[in-house]
């Protein structure tokens, strides 16, 4: 059973980079047929797909964030990471990382979560 | 974007009742539909993929159907742990969209 375990700051200034780290065991980024997620929620809200990234390093955006949002893969660690440029008091969330599996058409559904990890934005 | 929209938005009911909950596309999405179940505190939980395919270690008292634009997902014999809220979403296209949520209380 594959594990996720979020990282990084949990308070960060706005104007500034929010950075966050994705951390899998008990499975292989390398091993492909999975896509590597970002998905967030606003305090008493909704989910909100952010972007995922393939082994490789083919990433895909929700256009609403992808002029600030940078995705990224170290296999060699097996994690993967989420950059946000520019935040605001709006990217105030619970971030989640996810893997997306192959639904076997072809299609990937986030079959596995992590815990998540609440950033706050304030100065 | 394609829009979810899932009714009800909160819903009583009783321990051993069946609940039906109903989710609705803004456009075909074949049957690229996921349900999760997520409780306070909690990550989402995977339920059900492509619409009607329980994802493994998920009881068999959840079950999914529908295709195209309308989607529902329903609960048979509800315990106390089902007790929670209920998102679908879309992965037929980008952006993937989730619905707003059902909340299931007793």
């Known amino acids: 059973q594959v594990q996720l375990q979020e990282s990084g700051p949990g308070l960060v200034k706005p104007s500034q980079t929010l950075s966050l780290t994705c951390t899998v065991s008990?499975?292989?980024?390398?091993?492909?047929?999975?896509?590597w997620s970002w998905i967030r929620q606003h305090p008493g809200k909704g989910l909100e797909w952010i972007g995922y990234?393939?082994?490789?390093?083919?990433?895909y955006y929700n256009p609403s964030l992808k002029s600030r949002v940078l995705i990224s893969v170290d296999t060699s660690k097996n994690q993967f990471s989420l950059k946000m440029i520019s935040v605001t008091a709006a990217d105030t969330a619970v971030y989640y990382c996810?893997?997306?599996?192959?639904?076997?058409?072809?299609?990937?559904?986030?079959?596995?979560w992590g815990q998540g990890t609440l950033v706050t934005v304030s100065s | 974007d394609i829009q979810m929209t899932q009714s009800p938005s909160s819903l009583s009911a009783s321990v051993g009742d069946r609940v039906t909950i109903t989710c609705r596309a803004s456009?075909?999405?074949?049957?690229?539909l996921a349900w999760f179940q997520q409780k306070p505190g909690k990550a989402p939980k995977s339920l059900i993929y492509?619409?009607?395919s329980l994802q493994s270690g998920v009881p068999s008292k959840f079950s999914g159907s529908g295709s195209g634009t309308d989607f529902t997902l329903t609960i048979s014999s509800l315990q106390p742990e089902d007790f929670a809220t209920y998102y679908c979403?879309?992965?037929?296209?980008?952006?993937?969209?989730f619905g707003q949520g059902t909340k299931l209380e007793i």
């Open positions: 979403q879309q992965y037929n296209s980008f952006p993937y969209t």
């Open positions: 492509a619409a009607s």
């Open positions: 008990r499975a292989s980024i390398s091993s492909g047929n999975y896509y």
């Open positions: 990234i393939y082994y490789s390093g083919s990433t």
């Open positions: 996810a893997r997306a599996d192959d639904d076997t058409s072809g299609s990937f559904y986030f079959a596995s």
């Open positions: 456009q075909g999405i074949n049957n690229y």
